[in-house]
Every structure is written in structure tokens, then in C-alpha cells.
């Protein structure tokens, strides 16, 4: 019922920039948590960036004063702007997104399927 989507990704340069974006449609109410998570080869999947509907945000420690993210609720989209980027920040990016349905209003939670983010040396 609630469909993600990434976009964004691609091949930079370290010490470039990226931003990746994420649609969320469907039968939404209200969106609360929008996430940002990556996942490198061979390593478990990592919160980079959260955002919630009050405005607060959150960064993981290696991403702290290089990336930022931001949103719009009115069209249920978030942004994750990436600049200074390094060859470890490599992976693919993931949107999670969490809130209330439409009809029933019950809670959901969906992931996008990823963009790719490959930062060549």
C-alpha cells in the first residue's frame, strides 16, 4: 500500500557530492520517521540519517558534518545531500520510511529498493 522509491545514486569522485532522493506514495495519512540507511558489501546495514515529522535529526558518527538530510512533508519526500564524500561511503542507500495509513489508520513501514553510491578514489 505505501510504495518507496530512491533515486540520486551514481559514480563521484572522493571529496564530490551526491543527493539522493526518496518518494514515498500510496494510501498515506501521515508520515513520522524517515530514515536513511546504507548497507556496504559484505556489512550489516547501517542507519546513516533519520529525520522525524517534528523536525529533529540524527546522524550516524561517520557521516556527522559531511551529509544532510532534509524532507517535505507535503509531497512525502526526503532528501539526503552528501558532500566532502569518501570511498567508504560506498554502499547502497536505502529509505525507510514509517507512519499511518489512510484507511485503516494503522501503522506501516516500508523500505525502497536502494540506490547505488560507488565513490571512486
Known amino acids: 500500500q505505501v510504495q518507496v522509491r530512491e533515486s540520486g545514486g551514481g559514480l563521484v569522485q572522493a571529496g564530490g557530492s551526491l543527493r539522493l532522493s526518496c518518494a514515498a506514495t500510496?494510501?498515506?495519512?501521515?508520515?513520522?520517521?524517515m530514515e536513511w540507511y546504507r548497507q556496504a558489501p559484505g556489512k550489516q546495514r547501517q542507519l546513516v540519517a533519520l529525520?522525524?515529522?517534528?523536525?529533529?535529526?540524527n546522524y550516524g558518527d561517520s557521516v556527522k558534518g559531511r551529509f544532510a538530510i532534509s524532507r517535505d512533508n507535503a509531497k512525502n519526500m526526503m532528501f539526503l545531500q552528501m558532500n566532502s564524500l569518501k570511498p567508504e561511503d560506498t554502499a547502497v542507500y536505502y529509505c525507510?520510511?514509517?507512519?499511518?495509513?489512510?484507511?485503516?489508520?494503522?501503522?506501516?513501514?516500508?523500505w525502497g529498493q536502494g540506490t547505488q553510491v560507488t565513490v571512486s578514489s
Open positions: 529525520s522525524t515529522k517534528g523536525g529533529s535529526a
Open positions: 525507510h520510511v514509517g507512519g499511518l495509513l489512510v484507511n485503516p489508520r494503522i501503522s506501516f513501514v516500508s
Open positions: 500510496g494510501s498515506i495519512f501521515e508520515i513520522d520517521t
